[in-house]
């Protein structure tokens, strides 16, 4: 089982603890970007992941390469080129004081990439799913484009397509979105969302939900999955509902809904030490129960157990295994000491 | 606008994370102080903040210096001279485990400084608030004097003076507090306190609370605030209400009481990154409201959002925009990742 | 007053903050062991605390020594021989995630001691308490002979005996856990366990108690404490209740069973700073009670206040004093500064 | 006396001690660039100094102004505004393994500044001497009228203008350093330059001197600064001559050319702690015994001495005061404890 | 062209710094063994290098694989079984203050590897060199059979071997390790050793050497390389010349002897930051040149440049480029920074 | 054997690596101070040393007090009591840069101490030597009396007293010192002293040496010690003869005069981690070998050995032992690793 992961992986610069970027002289340096933590998290399950991209060949691209290798993910197809990494700067938020990033990765490598970068026949060689998001064709006019060539040559291949509707608003406007996302949704299969970027993207709403007070009306996430799947004839549509009590402390679960039929999954009170890369998690999660052909309460169960840990991690990265989730999906969230 | 604050930095040398004294080999080494931390909130609000003290000519004393002006503190009318920065030691506490506080604070070059340090004519000049608190007359009976020369000067030009009565029972005992800072209160517009130290100052309880229960009783505040109000003819009494719950936990509220009428912020829910310092953030909110006229209940309102804000910041200072108070005081505090 | 302690002590390698394994580059080296840490809280406590075991004559097994001779301990009676010390890799859980220990203790210095490397008469001398647990016998047939030997010694001079049954399913079955312990809980008076121990090792059930649901059923508890006493005599069973909600927090209290009536402690909500340790910090405080004869009750509101103080403190040690735990003992768990 | 320097700060990411890029897990953040370590070598001298740039409104430009505050350079004239901070990342050498940088400043706020970010008028007000290096102007074409632009300026109203060569081969071609510097070099006063520059940047050569031999030719530096002075009318030509044994070892000396006269420093042998900034340091020296008349030997033994010093300090900056300066130039390089 | 390293890696705990064993509280933690560093020198070089050993399943052991991973080795042929990954802890010298080395490695998964565990002719796929020390066969009898199979193997394909000696006194004893390598080194095609290996494991001496004096004898090596060469019919013999100044200050050199000539390399003034794994560093680097039919004096230069470089790099592995070595080898150790 | 050392032991912040303290966020925090690192270079030789002092009982105290027990001082003759720990701030040198000391000592509990604070009759017991400093005395008059109390008691039990002159100038003067040292050396049998200390405290001058030359006058120390022996009687005098080339580069030896005989020491070429406590660990090397009746060649071999190991450890305190000194007195300085 292979899975092609495409997009841009940025160098995550953030403060030590909850320093404030005011505070600090020194950065810790990770890597992350939605498309590459998918393919680490499936690399842990031990799925075949290549990450698809351009990256400097400098040492600060390197650097972005041997971070994935390290966590086993495919790097072989990575163009190498181009003059710098993006960067994204996480100020962590603790309590009342959210979170901030500054994304500082106009001009990066991947985003100057160009459809000769990538040679979709090689690419998909043997691949058994597509996965991207909506952060790749927001990056531009030729990464739209790029995006596009690959969901044809991978429906032309047979290669199922997953796609995570991310919306980014510092990228795009929502119009912009809707025109690109309308056409690459086409090709979709399996779509994945938060609780507000059909909205963002597709203008599609949960009727009578709140997102800020924390509401989470079960009918209204049930409409908007249908009029999903009814727009783009998707073969799940999954949504994960974030409840933001703090910055410090989340609950968290998810809907999947497939042949007309919605899945809930337990709720998870978190204790957050990093939600970056959550939504990427429930993608990886999902991906992997779909590969290996769990059932609709199961697989959304893996996925949101999978990205309930994640927010216990440091970093982007879901450093989990398939066994780590299944002792929480099934059950023991008691996080009693393993000895 | 231009605010003065007078009083005494002091280095603070901190274990890292939640070690205790006893198993560290490395001290975090920032600076704080009940009236430098006030002049840092006001300048991060893009208030012309100045802090008057006294700091030794050696690197010791330039480091307090030049963390002030980091943060864009006025440091012109700080003298030189004096052998010692005064320090005290914190080990953070954490669930049951109470946080300590070490002080040695002694002979520093603030506590022996002398009226002559000071040229209160120069430092007025174009000042709209003179701030100090109740450490500052505690340092010894010069410093008492001294402040008493600068409320009589500040009384003087028109200058609304400010007070947190900031009782420390290791500077001087309660019958010292309570003649020294009645005199000094004469000359106070705005008087701010926490929910013990009218007590320990000036023997005035609020009937039926109990504090160590963290039962909060209303009506016992503005009795108290009514009493301060009678007794120094404040202009405004502010009174913050903490209820611990834990080193970890607490409930963040307070009172404004002006014109005869008391007014409830509302309670905030803390995990605590760091509380030194969450008094004084609540002033260099209330400060902030004052001078731009601000109504009563949305003085009190973003004098606690502020300081709420504070209690997830390590170091004494509250680092946050005037838009970051904004935002939680307006109603997300929902900790989402700002991007 | 003097205790003995008899058991091996770790090198402890854990990354840093909540950084996995796969994470990290460095860890945080300190040293622990079930019996090291006992007698480390009863030295904090001004108690006369040898502990018994052999380390290597190299500079780890130094590390090891220098580490209980800062706090306190007497590490005279401390045979040194061998070629290692014992680790364990400790990552530390948070929320849903738990943490894990990987040991690496195979061929320690202490595993590999004989008869021969200790002189209970020297050892012994002056002495009022011996404290073990079942880890020691745990690590092999010479380890279990030792203990034994030193049992029948005490017994001899009239020392007192307490032991934490401590089931360690990775050193032995419950068949040879059962064998074994059973012989040496004959020597035994006071005998320390937490809510599986007395199941695990002598197949002894609480009624009606479910551990993962974290719900405490006092007549359970009672009733296996009957038993235990019944079987081996025991003047005192002291059994810890720990309720995990997750990594993060969990409740913990205790019950005291003695001459036919048990006595339960209050309950503390913890956030957890670490937790391995947990245990150990409840038996030193225990042995305090019992050397100062405190009463029954006295006595476990003692042992359980400390140990919910050492959930707050980094590494396995409880570094806290008699005033500390008597603080939150009589009812301040409010964490407010001190200062 | 008042000095400007303008010029782009960067924020520099380098790997702790002297691991590589590929090791590192984290970066030490400080701030850098010619033009603002000329300023922050001014202010801890005691001159009043000012940076001229443009940065961004956010936290990470931020930063930079706080970084320039914090050692007392007047940064009231930045222009905020644009969206990136330039980024060098450096790996420090060691031995006989070269120190590694690599740019990521395209597109940073000042490397898109236009003529209308900088008001001349009022940034040359009380202004003794204006002071840019080679590196501002290969930004770019604006940037290089800009510069052109302050120099017409300074020139109108009397203002010095020093000037350092300071060739970047991956900012521009020697073809372009020639064209645009040419230019500016007939409003510029005092020349600083390093032993390449002049070969570089306007074809002229040192005869005899090769200098990847270490081997220094006096009379060809002579001769060097006879032909800049010849060429551009130049009051001082100051050349700095490095001799690298390794990256860990270096011999440091500089000669000052005035009035037809060459004058030799003393030569040090360093162990370079941090080599980046070091010729900006003897600019701020130089520039600092300019303003205060010192004469053409003492000039040029304080911004050798002064040089010397930085190389021992981690960070672009040069932290030392007069008095340190003075010590080592006036013979005191033992480096005896100060106590 | 692929090349195949063998043996054991092993967890390097080292105190940061030059911070002794006794003053830490924390490790550096990274990886090492000298099969393991040849075979990251070679992939650094852009050879296809794959690692052989065996390593537990557990997390410790994954971050062996991981580290490995990261800079690109071939991991695919490593066993995972056994229990612990063996550990050397080093503390690193200064000055006259020699490195220390205490080894923890008894028990591991290599140690315990069998015959088994190993399927040669998988492994020698498509190979061009087997390599291997003298360490590896010094782990037990049963890896030296496997040690002497591997070579039986390698020989039937026609492939090249090379050989560390390596000599480790904690392992083995001189006639131990003669009689074993005596055997394998009839297999072998290139000799690897340093100025003592020889004399330790086969008895031949260096006439009139006095290696701690640090003199240079080079007829005694081409003595020793000429009688190495007739006893076991070398292809190549490669000496390294180590002479210690201090644990700081190193020179370093090496001969290549082969086809009755000896050839010398030039030799570098070493200021060492890490002096471990200096010997593997110049095994990968003769092993890149062989690969690439390097002339017999251009071989040696690269082995000696590459050798000198890994002195400056902390860790074990030698994480240079092919470029690296060339601008050292071909004349540039002067360290200017690359800008 | 017992030594009993008595003096203060202060709280020593360094800035990590050479940052400078106006760059430093943070402080290693060690202990030290003269008489205290006498007492830790003798613990780690295994002999029997106590240091006597007084601390504050709060927690700051207590680190000290665990610090000495730490490395097997004996720390029960410690008087608790007091409000402060006398600190001292360094910034560590490199290269021409100096290293810097503040002093932050006064009101230390052990300035503030009494007569009343130590019963030498207890103290002394079983005591061969007793061991103090110029330090001491120099903290004021009560700590003259209390040193000279001391002195004479231990005369009147026949311990032998030594003393090292450590002259101080930010203590006290030159003619202070010559008056209160004059009377104390009256009972001193072994003088130790630096190169400037027979000058600065009593006026005594090595005939034609020029200390910051770094040229060592064999002659002219010969001289000193005689006139010192001359004077006092001394039955032992040894000087150190330092020659700063750098704060990176010292060279070290010493001198031992005895019964009208110089004995000179090999000279070590130092490359220095930290110096502070250089003198320190000589004066504890030489006391072991005077206990253990080393010829007076192997006495000044053993001290200067000694301390040159001490200038490659960090922190004040010499942790070597008794086997890592003979080895490098012995011969072997070459840093090899040993492994």
């Known amino acids: 089982m292979k899975v092609i992961t495409f997009g841009e992986i940025m160098l995550r610069l953030a403060p030590y603890g909850y320093l404030k970027f005011l505070q600090t002289d020194s950065y810790e340096a990770t890597f992350g970007g939605g498309e590459a933590n998918v393919a680490v998290s499936l690399a842990n399950y031990g799925v075949d992941a290549a990450f698809v991209s351009k990256l400097p060949k400098h040492e600060i691209g390197q650097c972005a390469v041997n971070t994935l290798r390290k966590y086993g993910v495919d790097t072989s197809m990575i163009t190498r080129g181009g003059d710098r990494v993006g960067i994204y700067y996480l100020e962590k938020g603790a309590s009342q004081r959210a979170s901030k990033v500054i994304y500082d990765r106009a001009g990066s490598a991947m985003q100057k990439a160009t459809e000769d970068d990538f040679d979709w026949d090689t690419i998909f060689t043997g691949v058994d799913i597509f996965h991207f998001t909506g952060i790749t064709p927001a990056l531009g006019k030729e990464l739209a484009d790029i995006t596009l060539t690959a969901c044809e040559k991978a429906r032309e291949k047979g290669i199922m397509i997953t796609c995570d509707l991310n919306f980014r608003k510092k990228l795009w406007s929502k119009e912009e979105a809707n025109a690109v996302m309308s056409k690459l949704c086409d090709y979709v299969d399996v779509c994945i969302a938060n609780e507000e970027d059909a909205a963002d993207v597709f203008d599609i709403y949960a009727s009578n939900t709140n997102i800020t007070s ?14 999903l799947q009814a727009r783009f004839n998707f073969s799940h549509v999954a949504i994960t509902l974030r409840e933001s009590i703090s910055a410090s402390d989340n609950r968290w679960s998810a809907m ?11 709720k998870y009170d978190l204790r957050i030490t990093d939600r970056v890369g959550g939504g990427d998690s429930f993608g990886g999660g999902l991906i992997y129960a779909l590969l290996h052909k769990y059932n609709a309460q199961d697989s959304i169960e893996f996925a949101v157990a999978a990205s309930a840990l994640k927010h216990s991690i440091q970093g982007d990265f879901n450093l989990v295994s398939v066994e780590d989730v299944n002792t929480l999906a099934l059950g023991d969230g008691s996080g009693r000491v393993q000895r």
Chains 1, 2, 3, 4, 5, 6 share one sequence.
């Open 256 to 266: 999947l809904y497939t042949k007309g039929k919605a899945y809930f999954s337990k």
């Open 214 to 227: 924390g509401e989470i009306n079960h009918e209204g996430y049930i409409d908007v999955a249908k009029q």
